[in-house]
């Protein structure tokens, strides 16, 4: 339908030169001074009055309103310091409630939203989604943008997005108006600089007069003085030159200060009254920022993984410069929050990622344009910068990190939600450049996952501004003949949650180390294990003979394969004896009765080899450095952490530690005891543990227990464990339906690998209270501690309490007669998943005649018990 064409911008004159104002217009006028914008304004909004238009004015600049006095509109007042997904939202949604028939609106400038980001590409990504909007609503909409202050990030995307724009000068007291675009209207004199006298805008016909008149307006590409930088770079150049300055004590400490806050708010954290923003201004000198904004793609934050490595870091040269001289040295680079942004504009997502956010198929939507981010196309010249960073690097192996506005903050973790993509970097530059290049492009997509998307709405997120940064790090390690990687790997807590000896002291924390990369030690590997470390006894462990030593070791090891280009697994013994240079005798120890054997076995060249880490944990500072690090750094968040690192050694025991992460360790409150019950019946007992318990100790009612029978499921085939997962999410996600359950199982939850447990994600299992484990898939599954993993960090995040049970440990029983024996509500719960009663057994409370179930779980003593009562009494301690 053919759009109006007898509206007008309020000076009857300028509406002829333009051949009139149609509905969807957005008309931009370029202006030196505000001033020469306001009388353009006043006219447009008189009209509205006399035309009888609802006019609505957004007001969210701090220069003087545009609004004349006393006229009539519908005023919003707007703070783009929110952010940006906050303050295009309340833009959008007021246009959407005042819908079509011409409505008219007035914008304050422009220019003011490049100062509040700081940023022309985010004032261009602004333009480039409001405007077509308006237009879809056939408004019409005035915008001011301030003459020669803005790169072409933001003039190319306004001037080829509006419908109209005019460039405003003046001479004396007379006004001058150059039509720069009218979309799809001409005549003869459009684009000749016209001179607006009274009532009258006739075009300029004399060339002494426009010689005169244009020469006197600045241009940019004839006038040095005019500055082509955005606010962006213009804050740092004058950051550079307070910096100048200082060094040479020329400048007030009040106008240092006032610069090293903007590139806080700029780079690291907005919100002043976050515990993030306080830690940074606490550590982050002026040069520092100017450091971070030297190694920027883009603009915008660089995320909270990445303001988390260079605090921890920050703090350490601060508090414990000997520790901080341990350090390995960073050469990262950071790619702004801003490229996010315009990566969605220029592929058409940004409406869809808006639109689905209170949609009911939400996860659908997300599907689809999880998979229109994979094939993106990157602006040029961001990929001009990624080319810059991989000829720095070299051949070097790189990882492209997620490090998003909301990850690693106080109380978010989003611990392995996002994609972080290892690059081998191996062949020709456009190769490696294409391989960089997909790696941001897998990260983006993340940020539209299934489990991403499920943790946002589990924990009141979804509608956050959440904006994806990268964080890219050379890979630490070295190369040994094809593959390469670091000697040991791993990550820390400064607080131990797992106390399964006596001799454990919580609060001196603890490690989860392994031979390798460190993907070894956040992921959980099901096919393996890894050295759990208390660090106030760093010799203890849990196995008791050598045999045990070396079955609950690490067999596995990833590495770089540099011929295959990739990420790989590979066995610990083909690994290092390929590595003649490795220091063994820290890493691994021998063990002799496995050589004894083969001795007597007449066997030759028998590896013996079992990664312990002793002599890395007793021949060296390290557990004690590793203590010193992660307590310093929670003494000062005030906040116990968590941290991931590698570990090079040099020459002999010398060694260097790369602090690669730093984040809160959202482990509430102190490990405590609680009250034990008085004796139990044998007979009420539906499970009971000697250990391993994670999490906080719990005595309480329970309403629910859902149970899979462990031998019923061991008969199922592969496709069926998969089915059972879903039908088990269904139970644990029941609309309305918070209850205190206890959710048990054989073998692994969250497990890859169906045939050592229940393959649920963690979207399906996140209301349980407490997760139990039971080692009766086989006999050679021992219950998964996945401390420090990211499966562990979920447990932890969502205030779950993990348990394990041992059947045939003398502290541990499954009563499978009496979970089986009580009444099954899983037919009344899921009518349609009747059939899988013999598989999964879900009791309620609620149907056991009077009586309720318990539970007891004590962290500190690794005892906890869930038993059937009508009362519950208490042993005094």
């Given at each position: 339908?053919?759009?109006?064409?007898?509206?007008?911008?309020?000076?009857?004159?300028?509406?002829?030169?333009?051949?009139?104002v149609?509905?969807?217009?957005?008309?931009?006028l370029?202006?030196?001074?505000?001033?020469?914008?306001?009388?353009?304004?006043?006219?447009?909004?008189?009209?509205?009055?006399?035309?009888?238009?609802?006019?609505?004015?957004?007001?969210?600049?701090?220069?003087?309103?545009?609004?004349?006095?006393?006229?009539?509109?519908?005023?919003?007042?707007?703070?783009?310091?929110a952010?940006?997904?906050?303050?295009?939202?309340?833009?959008?949604?007021?246009?959407?409630?005042?819908?079509?028939?011409?409505?008219?609106?007035?914008?304050?400038?422009l220019?003011?939203?490049?100062?509040?980001?700081?940023?022309?590409?985010?004032?261009?990504?602004?333009?480039?989604?409001?405007?077509?909007?308006?237009?879809?609503?056939?408004?019409?909409?005035?915008?001011?943008?301030?003459?020669?202050?803005?790169?072409?990030?933001?003039?190319?995307a306004?001037?080829?997005?509006?419908?109209?724009?005019?460039d405003?000068?003046?001479?004396?007291?007379?006004?001058?108006?150059?039509?720069?675009?009218?979309?799809?209207?001409?005549?003869?004199?459009?684009y000749?600089?016209?001179?607006?006298?009274?009532?009258?805008?006739?075009?300029?016909?004399?060339?002494?007069?426009?010689?005169?008149?244009?020469?006197?307006?600045?241009?940019?590409?004839?006038?040095?003085?005019?500055?082509?930088?955005?606010?962006?770079?213009?804050?740092?150049?004058?950051?550079?030159?307070?910096?100048?300055?200082?060094?040479?004590?020329d400048?007030?400490?009040?106008?240092?200060?006032?610069?090293?806050?903007?590139?806080?708010?700029?780079?690291?954290?907005?919100?002043?009254?976050?515990?993030?923003?306080g830690?940074?201004?606490?550590?982050?000198?002026?040069?520092?920022?100017?450091?971070?904004?030297?190694?920027?793609?883009?603009?915008?934050?660089?995320?909270?993984?990445?303001?988390?490595?260079?605090?921890?870091?920050?703090?350490?040269?601060?508090?414990?410069?000997?520790?901080?001289?341990?350090?390995?040295?960073?050469?990262?680079?950071?790619?702004?929050?801003?490229?996010?942004?315009?990566?969605?504009?220029?592929?058409?997502?940004?409406?869809?990622r808006?639109r689905?956010?209170?949609?009911?198929?939400?996860?659908?939507?997300?599907?689809?344009?999880?998979?229109?981010?994979?094939?993106?196309?990157?602006?040029?010249v961001?990929?001009?910068?990624?080319?810059?960073?991989?000829?720095?690097?070299?051949?070097?192996?790189?990882?492209?990190?997620?490090?998003?506005?909301?990850?690693d903050?106080?109380?978010?973790s989003?611990?392995?939600?996002?994609?972080?993509?290892?690059?081998?970097?191996?062949?020709?530059?456009?190769?490696?450049?294409?391989?960089f290049i997909?790696?941001?492009?897998t990260?983006?997509?993340?940020?539209?996952?299934?489990?991403?998307?499920?943790?946002?709405?589990?924990?009141?997120?979804?509608?956050?501004?959440?904006?994806?940064?990268?964080?890219?790090?050379?890979?630490?390690?070295?190369?040994?003949?094809?593959l390469?990687?670091?000697?040991?790997a791993?990550?820390?807590?400064?607080?131990?949650?797992?106390?399964?000896?006596?001799?454990?002291?919580?609060?001196?924390?603890?490690?989860?180390?392994?031979?390798?990369?460190?993907?070894?030690?956040?992921?959980?590997?099901?096919?393996?294990y890894?050295?759990?470390?208390?660090?106030?006894?760093?010799?203890?462990?849990?196995?008791g003979?050598?045999?045990?030593?070396?079955?609950?070791?690490?067999?596995i090891?990833?590495?770089?394969?540099?011929?295959e280009?990739?990420?790989?697994?590979?066995?610990?013994?083909?690994?290092?004896?390929?590595?003649?240079?490795?220091?063994?005798?820290?890493?691994?120890?021998?063990?002799?009765?496995?050589?004894?054997r083969?001795?007597?076995?007449?066997?030759?060249?028998?590896?013996?080899?079992?990664?312990?880490?002793?002599?890395?944990?007793?021949?060296?500072?390290?557990?004690?450095?590793?203590?010193?690090?992660?307590?310093?750094?929670?003494?000062?968040?005030?906040?116990?952490?968590?941290?991931?690192?590698?570990?090079?050694?040099?020459?002999?025991?010398?060694?260097?530690?790369?602090?690669?992460?730093?984040?809160p360790?959202?482990?509430?409150g102190?490990?405590?005891?609680?009250?034990?019950?008085?004796?139990?019946?044998?007979?009420?007992?539906?499970?009971?543990?000697?250990?391993?318990?994670?999490?906080?100790?719990?005595a309480?009612?329970?309403?629910?227990?859902?149970?899979?029978?462990?031998?019923?499921?061991?008969?199922?085939?592969?496709?069926?464990?998969?089915?059972?997962?879903?039908?088990?999410?269904?139970?644990?996600?029941?609309?309305g339906?918070?209850?205190r359950?206890?959710?048990?199982?054989?073998?692994r939850?969250?497990?890859?690998?169906?045939?050592?447990?229940?393959?649920?994600?963690?979207?399906?299992?996140?209301?349980?209270?407490?997760?139990?484990?039971?080692?009766?898939?086989?006999?050679?599954?021992?219950?998964?501690?996945?401390?420090?993993?990211?499966?562990?960090?979920?447990?932890?995040?969502?205030?779950?309490?993990?348990?394990?049970?041992?059947?045939?440990?003398?502290?541990?029983?499954?009563?499978?007669?009496?979970?089986?024996?009580?009444?099954?509500?899983?037919?009344?719960?899921?009518?349609?998943?009747?059939?899988?009663?013999?598989?999964?057994?879900?009791?309620d409370?609620?149907?056991?005649?009077?009586?309720?179930?318990?539970l007891?779980?004590?962290?500190?003593?690794?005892?906890?018990?869930?038993?059937?009562?009508?009362r519950?009494?208490?042993?005094?301690?």
């Open positions: 339908m053919a759009k109006r064409r007898d509206l007008s911008s309020g000076i009857p004159a300028l509406d002829r030169v333009l051949e009139g149609w509905a969807g217009d957005n008309i931009v370029q202006v030196g001074d505000i001033a020469d914008f306001i009388p353009f304004a006043h006219r447009y909004c008189e009209y509205t009055r006399t035309a009888g238009r609802t006019l609505v004015y957004f007001r969210f600049a701090d220069h003087e309103p545009l609004l004349p006095e006393g006229l009539p509109a519908e005023v919003h007042e707007l703070d783009p310091a952010g940006f997904e906050q303050f295009i939202s309340e833009i959008l949604t007021v246009i959407d409630r005042n819908g079509h028939d011409a409505v008219y609106y007035l914008f304050d400038s220019s003011g939203l490049a100062v509040d980001w700081y940023s022309d590409r985010m004032l261009g990504n602004f333009f480039r989604l409001t405007c077509p909007y308006l237009f879809d609503y056939d408004t019409v909409a005035m915008f001011m943008l301030l003459r020669n202050v803005h790169t072409p990030l933001a003039t190319r306004i001037h080829t997005t509006a419908q109209v724009v005019l405003i000068s003046r001479s004396g007291d007379t006004l001058y108006i150059l039509p720069l675009k009218v979309w799809q209207r001409r005549s003869p004199t459009m000749m600089l016209h001179e607006w006298t009274g009532d009258d805008v006739r075009p300029v016909t004399r060339s002494v007069v426009l010689s005169e008149i244009r020469a006197a307006t600045p241009q940019p590409w004839i006038d040095s003085s005019i500055d082509w930088r955005d606010p962006w770079a213009n804050a740092f150049a004058e950051a550079r030159e307070v910096h100048r300055r200082l060094e040479h004590g400048v007030s400490a009040e106008e240092a200060e006032s610069h090293r806050h903007r590139l806080i708010r700029m780079l690291l954290s907005r919100d002043e009254t976050d515990d993030l923003y830690l940074c201004a606490e550590y982050f000198e002026l040069g520092d920022l100017l450091a971070v904004g030297k190694r920027m793609v883009g603009t915008g934050q660089i995320g909270g993984k990445s303001v988390g490595m260079l605090l921890a870091r920050k703090i350490l040269a601060r508090q414990r410069p000997d520790i901080a001289g341990r350090l390995e040295v960073h050469d990262s680079f950071y790619v702004g929050s801003d490229v996010f942004y315009s990566y969605l504009v220029l592929n058409d997502c940004w409406w869809e808006y689905m956010k209170g949609a009911d198929d939400l996860f659908e939507r997300a599907e689809a344009l999880e998979a229109r981010l994979r094939t993106g196309t990157m602006p040029p961001i990929v001009e910068q990624f080319r810059e960073i991989l000829e720095y690097f070299g051949q070097s192996p790189v990882i492209v990190r997620s490090s998003s506005l909301l990850e903050a106080y109380g978010n989003f611990s392995g939600k996002y994609e972080s993509v290892f690059c081998g970097n191996q062949g020709d530059p456009e190769q490696r450049l294409a391989d997909e790696a941001v492009r990260i983006y997509a993340s940020t539209m996952s299934y489990e991403a998307l499920s943790y946002r709405l589990h924990r009141g997120l979804i509608h956050r501004d959440e904006q994806m940064a990268l964080l890219i790090q050379r890979v630490s390690g070295e190369h040994h003949g094809d390469y990687y670091p000697h040991a791993g990550v820390g807590y400064s607080f131990n949650p797992y106390v399964w000896n006596k001799r454990i002291d919580p609060a001196q924390g603890m490690l989860r180390l392994v031979f390798g990369l460190g993907t070894r030690a956040v992921d959980r590997h099901d096919d393996d890894t050295r759990v470390v208390a660090l106030n006894a760093p010799t203890l462990r849990p196995e003979t050598t045999d045990e030593v070396r079955k609950y070791s690490q067999h090891v990833n590495v770089i394969d540099l011929e280009n990739a990420h790989v697994s590979r066995r610990f013994e083909q690994v290092a004896r390929g590595s003649g240079d490795l220091p063994l005798g820290l890493l691994a120890s021998r063990d002799t009765e496995l050589e004894r083969a001795r007597d076995a007449g066997a030759r060249d028998v590896f013996s080899h079992v990664l312990t880490f002793d002599g890395l944990l007793t021949d060296t500072a390290f557990p004690a450095e590793m203590h010193a690090m992660m307590s310093t750094i929670a003494e000062a968040y005030r906040h116990p952490v968590d941290i991931e690192f590698t570990v090079n050694f040099l020459e002999g025991d010398d060694y260097r530690i790369n602090l690669l992460q730093c984040r360790f959202h482990f509430a102190e490990l405590t005891h609680v009250p034990r019950p008085a004796d139990i019946p044998p007979n009420t007992v539906l499970l009971r543990t000697g250990g391993p318990i994670i999490g906080q100790s719990l309480t009612e329970i309403d629910r227990v859902v149970y899979v029978v462990p031998e019923e499921y061991s008969a199922l085939p592969t496709t069926a464990r998969f089915e059972l997962a879903g039908i088990i999410g269904r139970v644990m996600n029941l609309p339906d918070a209850r359950t206890v959710l048990a199982g054989p073998g939850w969250g497990t890859r690998m169906p045939e050592l447990g229940v393959p649920a994600t963690l979207s399906q299992i996140k209301n349980a209270t407490v997760l139990c484990e039971v080692a009766e898939m086989h006999a050679g599954l021992n219950p998964d501690l996945s401390l420090g993993t990211h499966f562990f960090n979920d447990l932890v995040d969502l205030g779950i309490l993990y348990m394990g049970v041992k059947p045939g440990d003398p502290d541990a029983l499954l009563n499978a007669d009496l979970l089986e024996g009580l009444p099954n509500a899983l037919a009344r719960l899921l009518p349609d998943e009747a059939d899988h009663a013999g598989v999964l057994h879900v009791i409370a609620a149907d056991l005649d009077g009586r309720a179930i318990w007891w779980a004590d962290v500190l003593e690794q005892r906890a018990v869930v038993f059937v009562s009508d519950c009494e208490v042993r005094p301690r």
